[in-house]
């Protein structure tokens, strides 16, 4: 279980102690920094530990963005800092040379010096000096705060007041770009399903693996050739990709991230999607028509338009570097509004691709199915590959961390 160790002076009808707890730490306090660090030393280096004013006043979800995202060995907030893994051992050199140095005094606050009070805020500074790398999430109207008398801490507490956190936790929990069909179809509920599943402790890899199940049942409804098969498999398919959309908003909601789940959610989505063109054909085959190259076909051109974007993603580490002439038009077209959704609705991305195939499933033919989207996945490749050979030709090489194009 993770350690919270709370510093300063308690502030009576603070509710910092159940915050802390409803997040899943071990509450403990100390009276000096000595006694916090000791406790520090006292969690094991393998367990997330952290440091909190006792005087914080915030938002529960500024401290859940802060305290408790997996992906950082260290990070901070103000008034609150934390560090797991790799990130413990550079926490307990800053701590220990705080501690020595003994002292500060709190930003705003004359008078005399105290040892406890706006120990984190110290901390973290010295993890910045140490040239460590603290990462400090963007709050935007999530209120992180250390007020320094009575005043403050209730101007503190009324703008805590006037912000719903929660509503600001379920708009982040949706991706800031996602296609058309997603954005208005999908996520204004889904989300909702993410936050359901969080309260009853189900995990982003158990949403995964039952949209994967969804998928595989309408593959077998398709199965059955029946007109009743296909108009199931249709609105099993739309099941299966609002499932595949919540796997991601529970994550972000509730800050499940893995490594296990990125890999299970992009290699699921390939299996779903096949495993659909199988069932589709094998249906088609059952009323006399054999569909079966074109469902390969459809397999094939969906495989090298994977590759091709990863591929390219790997070769252009910093896409943000490009200032090729095909960049520039892109951004200005990014400020016009509906040339953003018409951009990425041409590329067919999973949404609006899953979401023609199962309308054209209940509607249509098997036949008609593949035609389309074996017309529809080519012209979206040829789209998405003469940008890439565009920007490429005219971008030289810059080597920086992995950054994702979306074209």
């Known amino acids: 279980m993770p350690t919270a160790i709370l510093t300063g002076q308690p502030v009576p009808g603070s509710s910092i102690e159940d915050d802390l707890r409803s997040l ?171 936050r359901w599943c969080a309260r009853r402790g189900l995990t982003p890899n158990q949403v995964t693996t039952a949209s994967l199940l969804t998928a595989l049942i309408a593959a077998g409804c398709a199965a059955t050739g029946t007109r009743g098969g296909f108009v199931a498999a249709g609105v099993l398919l739309i099941a299966s990709f609002v499932l595949d959309c919540t796997d991601g908003q529970l994550a972000r909601y509730s800050l499940q991230y893995s490594t296990l789940g990125a890999w299970l959610d992009a290699t699921f989505d390939r299996a779903k999607e096949y495993a659909y063109y199988a069932g589709l054909a094998l249906g088609a085959a059952r009323g006399g028509d054999d569909v079966w190259a074109l469902a390969l076909g459809a397999m094939v051109l969906q495989t090298c338009r994977h590759v091709v974007d990863f591929s390219f993603n790997e070769a252009n580490h910093d896409a943000t570097a490009n200032t090729s002439p095909t960049a520039a038009l892109s951004d200005r077209l990014d400020g016009v509004g509906w040339t953003v959704w018409v951009r990425r609705m041409i590329v067919l991305p999973i949404g609006e691709r899953w979401a023609m195939i199962a309308v054209l499933t209940a509607a249509t033919t098997p036949r008609i199915t593949f035609l389309v989207l074996l017309i529809g996945c080519a012209f979206a490749a040829a789209y998405t590959t003469a940008g890439r050979v565009l920007r490429s030709v005219t971008r030289k090489a810059t080597p920086g961390p992995y950054t994702p194009l979306t074209l």
């Open 24 to 194: 899943g730490f071990a509450v403990r306090t100390a009276a000096d920094a000595s006694a916090a660090e000791a406790l520090v030393a006292g969690v094991p280096g393998d367990q997330r530990v952290a440091v909190v004013d006792a005087g914080f006043v915030g938002h529960l979800h500024a401290l859940r963005l802060g305290l408790t995202d997996p992906r950082f060995p260290i990070a901070a907030v103000p008034g609150a800092v934390t560090a797991q893994g790799a990130g413990r051992q550079a926490l307990t050199r800053a701590m220990a040379r705080e501690t020595t140095a003994g002292g500060g005094t709190p930003p705003g606050l004359g008078g005399a010096p105290t040892v406890v009070a706006g120990l984190p805020d110290r901390i973290a500074a010295a993890l910045d000096a140490d040239g460590a790398e603290v990462h400090r999430p963007e709050l935007g109207r999530l209120v992180a705060a250390v007020p320094v008398d009575p005043q403050a801490r209730n101007e503190a507490r009324q703008a805590v007041a006037a912000v719903d956190d929660e509503a600001i936790r379920l708009k982040s929990a949706v991706k800031a770009r996602d296609g058309f069909f997603t954005t208005f179809f999908i996520s204004p509920y889904s989300r909702y399903i993410a």
